[in-house]
């Protein structure tokens, strides 16, 4: 009896079939990787393609990366060089073309729609046709042509997205620029400083209110001014930038620079703890008329840990001592602060 070796059989047929038909097809204008490439540019397109053509004869392409000289050795030279080149190529020409041509007519907010929608679709066609191998490449060009070409346009419209509350735009735009070297910084700068903006400008506001100046301000308007501006960012940083540790860190230092120095302190360092002191010495008094019994400790806890993202006001505080030395001169019949909210 005769054994045939099936295997061996059709390999010898794959070389074959790439000497004699394959490599002349191609070489007339690359017919059939170009065949592929028009199918591919009509999907993305809209219409809609026999995918399980693609794939077969995507399939076919890896299957011809034989070594003649060991037909047991498999590669994906062939792949590579007739079609995940001109592929790669061919994408890069699409969507340059496309994302200058849509940023022409739309505005940034419709292109962050855009490119995450575009990233999506390239991601789910190598999953559909495209062999894994190209996965890495693909993403790679398509972040470049499409984020990081576009990264200024996106960095000077963040600070409008901020000023307008447009969360969703800036968890987009976020997601985004974070999947390229250093685009989110920029972005942690800007933030940094539309912190501090909103920090000064809500203390500027309450001494605008007032007649007297800065002794007769409030401590109670003062910290909830603060606090305000403090529990309107962290949640856009926990909400639109997944609590990164950048923007946790822009977040403090532009707190730690309005808390420290305002319209209401001036160049004094310790105006600012002697208000919070002072609002903390009020909370304390559980016969004070501002704070209702079942509401004291929710309040204090207001005032020294504020939970989302910085531990508490007191730590942005460049004169500690000084709320440390006010709270314990302030009036006897006050509670006694805890030592440790004054090490926090």
Known sequence: ??????????????????????????????????????????????????????????????????????????????????LEAPFLDATEKYYEQESEAFLAESSVSDYLKKAEERLKEEEDRVDRYLNTETRKQ??????????????????????????????????????????????????????????????????????GEGSEGADSLDPKAYVDALLEVHRKNSETVTRSFRGEAGFVASLDKACREFVNRNAA???STTKSPELLAKHADMLLRKNNKMAEEEDLEGALNRVVSTPIVSPC??????????????????????????RNYLSA
């Open 313 to 338: 006001l007191i730590s942005y505080l460049c004169c500690r001592w000084c709320f440390s030395n006010t709270s314990r001169t302030r009036t006897s019949s006050r509670l006694s602060m805890p």
């Open 138 to 207: 693909l993403v790679s060009k398509c972040e470049h042509v499409l984020i990081r070409q576009h990264s200024n346009l996106m960095w000077e419209s963040f600070q409008s997205l901020l000023d307008f509350d447009k969360d969703e735009d800036l968890q987009r735009m976020y997601a985004l620029l974070s999947r390229i070297p250093e685009g989110l910084e920029p972005l942690r700068k800007k933030f940094e400083e539309h912190v501090k903006k909103a920090g000064l400008a809500a203390v500027a506001k309450l001494m």
């Open 1 to 82: 009896m005769v054994i045939i070796n099936t295997h061996r059989l059709f390999q010898l047929a794959l070389v074959q079939w790439k000497s004699n038909f394959f490599l002349y097809v191609q070489s007339k204008h690359t017919k059939l990787a170009g065949a592929i490439l028009r199918l591919i540019e009509r999907q993305r397109n809209g219409e809609t393609i026999d995918q399980g053509l693609v794939k077969k004869v995507v399939d076919s392409f890896v299957l011809l990366g034989l070594d003649e000289t060991d037909i047991n050795k498999a590669s994906l030279d062939v792949y590579k060089d007739h």
């Open 265 to 267: 302190t001036g160049t």
